[in-house]
């Protein structure tokens, strides 16, 4: 849909702000969006749009396979804040610039609780009522209730007149009965919001009900309750505590993955290393552009939008001195024969999990020798890191495991300013120039996930079995780098695989994507020989 089409609403939905106007000189700015728009406002035109289209056809939709993974997560959380009303949004549409939007993505706390996945459901919140304990969903203290705004009739103004929501405009979407057969979860029109949120609110020590809420996601959810929070004469500032202790709890119930989430982390590895065979395939057309950096890019890109809903981050597609740039996604640069690519990307399966991978490629298809030498320090770090990974390590063990053994080749190499342990200490990090970043986080939802949890749950945690996260070593040596030798600059390698606890140590979810030098060679020779 163009942006043009999509105002041509706004005279049949918003056109009463127009009716009675001042002159056109007199104008006010915010009415001359509408300017643009020639849909007639005729009765008769509203009428014959209102007619003759077939009804919808009434479906019995199956329950979703991760229904009963969102209600078991919904009953963990309802067992951690009993008697509290807990409101979790998932956000509005957000926008890009002036009337155009970006495609929707929920809040990965609303995905994680709700079970919904691409497209659902702009401006749903999920009010968890409490109840009397055990007599709540599954036996716990609470009631789930989706609230949102079901698609409307093909007879109303909505289903032709509003760009937003509209069937005609944006295709179907989902009444109250499908998502109430999909995900086992109560539903009730959004217009019902207001009253179930804000109801006997009030301070506790009164009598009145705590709200909890999962701000800075929806502001118009957060302005209810505030409103709610100041007529009631509930202390703001401890509201604010509350609410982040929620935020807090939801990130850290993402930290060990559940049957359904680990099968959905396998998609979407599983498709982000067929990204990675596209772009293997694409290189010696990426090494003849001035921009081969998008040549890689909208390859990886075409393969997400196949095999799933997007990408979880944006792709870097770094070559040559570009790659020693952590977060380049500018991917405007060349791709010359005899430099490296650093691909990290990532696909984002419709169930919105997302994988995160990085490659190091020749883009030659054969390391040099120098090349090589470097990327194999970065692989015994690699190794280092997975050597160590098993249930009862901190999570922080992993990374000493992998800094240590990048610490000793710079030393090898004679880079490090000061001896190896010397370095090592906490008043050294010398090395750190190099790798300036942590070698793993947990991954999920979203690419950085569990982000708001608890230090000692997360840097300081203890690993268990189900935790999913990368292992990233990388020694980035920028062109500009005096501390290095000539031959060490312009060259940046990582390696990232995604990594799944085990019972008893860890399982590489991406190990068929070549790792070592000589597989990554062979592999690329293979697909340019196929
Ligand atoms: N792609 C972002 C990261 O590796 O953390
Ligand atoms: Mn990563
Ligand atoms: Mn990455």
């Given at each position: 849909?163009?942006?043009?089409?999509?105002?041509?609403?706004?005279?049949?939905?918003?056109?009463?702000?127009?009716?009675?106007?001042?002159?056109a000189d007199?104008?006010?700015?915010?009415?001359?969006?509408?300017?643009?728009?020639q849909?007639?406002?005729?009765?008769?035109?509203?009428?014959?749009?209102?007619?003759?289209?077939?009804?919808?056809e009434?479906?019995?939709?199956?329950?979703?396979?991760?229904a009963?993974?969102?209600?078991?997560?919904?009953?963990?959380?309802?067992?951690?804040?009993?008697?509290?009303?807990?409101?979790?949004?998932?956000g509005?549409?957000?926008?890009?610039?002036?009337?155009?939007?970006?495609?929707?993505?929920?809040?990965s706390?609303?995905a994680?609780?709700?079970?919904?996945?691409?497209?659902?459901?702009?401006?749903?919140?999920?009010?968890?009522?409490?109840?009397?304990?055990?007599?709540g969903?599954?036996?716990?203290?609470?009631?789930?209730?989706?609230?949102?705004?079901?698609m409307?009739?093909?007879?109303?103004?909505?289903?032709?007149?509003?760009?937003?929501?509209?069937?005609?405009w944006?295709?179907?979407?989902?009444?109250?009965?499908?998502?109430?057969?999909?995900?086992?979860?109560?539903?009730?029109?959004?217009?019902?919001l207001?009253?179930?949120?804000?109801k006997?609110?009030?301070?506790?020590?009164?009598?009145g009900?705590?709200?909890?809420?999962?701000?800075?996601?929806?502001?118009?959810?957060?302005?209810?309750?505030?409103?709610?929070?100041?007529?009631?004469t509930?202390?703001?500032?401890?509201?604010?505590?509350?609410?982040?202790?929620?935020?807090?709890?939801l990130?850290?119930?993402?930290?060990?993955?559940?049957?359904?989430?680990?099968?959905q982390?396998?998609v979407s590895?599983?498709?982000?290393?067929?990204?990675?065979?596209d772009?293997?395939a694409?290189?010696?057309?990426?090494?003849?552009?001035?921009?081969?950096?998008?040549?890689v890019?909208?390859?990886?890109?075409?393969?997400?939008?196949?095999?799933g809903?997007?990408?979880?981050?944006?792709?870097?597609?770094?070559?040559?001195?570009?790659a020693?740039?952590?977060?380049?996604?500018?991917?405007?640069?060349?791709?010359?024969?005899?430099?490296?690519?650093?691909?990290?990307?990532?696909?984002?399966?419709?169930?919105l999990?997302?994988?995160?991978?990085?490659?190091?490629?020749?883009?030659?298809?054969?390391?040099s020798?120098?090349?090589?030498?470097?990327?194999?320090?970065?692989?015994?770090?690699?190794?280092?890191?997975?050597?160590?990974?098993?249930p009862?390590i901190?999570?922080?063990d992993?990374?000493?495991?992998a800094?240590?053994?990048?610490a000793?080749?710079?030393d090898?190499?004679g880079?490090?300013?000061?001896?190896?342990?010397?370095?090592l200490?906490?008043?050294?990090?010398h090395?750190?120039?190099?790798?300036?970043?942590?070698?793993?986080?947990?991954?999920?939802?979203?690419?950085?996930?569990?982000?708001?949890?608890?230090?000692e749950?997360?840097?300081?945690?203890?690993?268990?079995?189900?935790?999913?996260?990368?292992?990233?070593?990388?020694?980035?040596?920028?062109?500009?780098d005096l501390?290095?030798?000539?031959?060490?600059r312009?060259?940046?390698?990582?390696?990232?695989?995604?990594?799944?606890?085990?019972?008893?140590?860890a399982?590489?979810l991406?190990a068929?994507?070549?790792?070592?030098?000589?597989?990554?060679?062979?592999?690329?020779?293979?697909?340019?020989?196929?």
């Amino acid at each position: 849909m163009t942006s043009s089409d999509k105002h041509e609403e706004f005279d049949v939905v918003a056109g009463a702000s127009a009716v009675g106007f001042t002159p056109a000189d007199a104008q006010e700015l915010g009415d001359r969006v509408n300017n643009r728009s020639q849909r007639p406002t005729s009765e008769a035109f509203k009428e014959f749009m209102a007619s003759s289209w077939a009804p919808a056809e009434p479906v019995q939709h199956e329950r979703d396979e991760v229904a009963e993974h969102a209600a078991a997560r919904r009953s963990a959380v309802s067992a951690q804040f009993p008697n509290e009303r807990l409101v979790i949004p998932a956000g509005p549409h957000k926008v890009r610039s002036n009337d155009t939007d970006y495609r929707f993505r929920p809040h990965s706390a609303f995905a994680h609780l709700s079970g919904l996945g691409v497209d659902h459901e702009p401006g749903a919140v999920l009010v968890f009522e409490p109840v009397e304990d055990g007599t709540g969903d599954h036996g716990s203290g609470h009631e789930a209730t989706l609230y949102f705004k079901p698609m409307a009739g093909r007879d109303t103004q909505e289903f032709y007149a509003d760009a937003r929501h509209g069937e005609f405009w944006i295709g179907p979407r989902p009444g109250l009965e499908e998502f109430s057969q999909r995900l086992g979860l109560r539903t009730e029109d959004a217009g019902a919001l207001e009253v179930a949120v804000t109801k006997n609110a009030g301070p506790v020590e009164f009598g009145g009900t705590r709200i909890r809420l999962l701000r800075e996601v929806d502001l118009d959810v957060d302005a209810l309750v505030d409103t709610s929070r100041i007529n009631t004469t509930v202390d703001l500032e401890t509201s604010d505590a509350y609410d982040g202790e929620l935020a807090e709890a939801l990130s850290e119930l993402r930290l060990v993955k559940d049957a359904w989430e680990i099968s959905q982390m396998r998609v979407s590895v599983e498709a982000t290393i067929a990204g990675f065979h596209d772009v293997v395939a694409v290189l010696p057309r990426a090494a003849e552009h001035a921009r081969g950096e998008r040549i890689v890019e909208g390859a990886f890109f075409a393969r997400a939008r196949l095999e799933g809903n997007d990408l979880g981050y944006d792709t870097i597609a770094a070559s040559g001195n570009n790659a020693t740039v952590l977060h380049w996604i500018r991917n405007h640069g060349a791709v010359r024969r005899g430099d490296l690519l650093l691909l990290d990307a990532g696909v984002e399966a419709d169930s919105l999990y997302t994988a995160d991978i990085t490659r190091t490629l020749p883009v030659t298809g054969e390391f040099s020798p120098n090349q090589r030498k470097i990327y194999d320090a970065v692989l015994a770090a690699a190794d280092a890191a997975f050597a160590v990974v098993r249930p009862g390590i901190r999570f922080r063990d992993i990374h000493t495991a992998a800094v240590r053994v990048l610490a000793e080749h710079l030393d090898d190499w004679g880079l490090l300013p000061v001896s190896l342990e010397e370095a090592l200490e906490e008043t050294g990090q010398h090395h750190r120039r190099w790798m300036p970043h942590g070698t793993s986080h947990h991954l999920g939802l979203d690419v950085h996930d569990c982000a708001q949890a608890k230090r000692e749950l997360y840097l300081d945690g203890v690993l268990e079995p189900g935790m999913v996260f990368t292992i990233e070593p990388g020694l980035y040596f920028k062109n500009e780098d005096l501390a290095v030798p000539a031959e060490f600059r312009g060259i940046g390698i990582r390696i990232e695989d995604d990594v799944l606890v085990t019972e008893d140590g860890a399982e590489n979810l991406s190990a068929a994507l070549p790792r070592s030098a000589e597989e990554i060679e062979q592999w690329m020779q293979g697909i340019w020989s196929s």
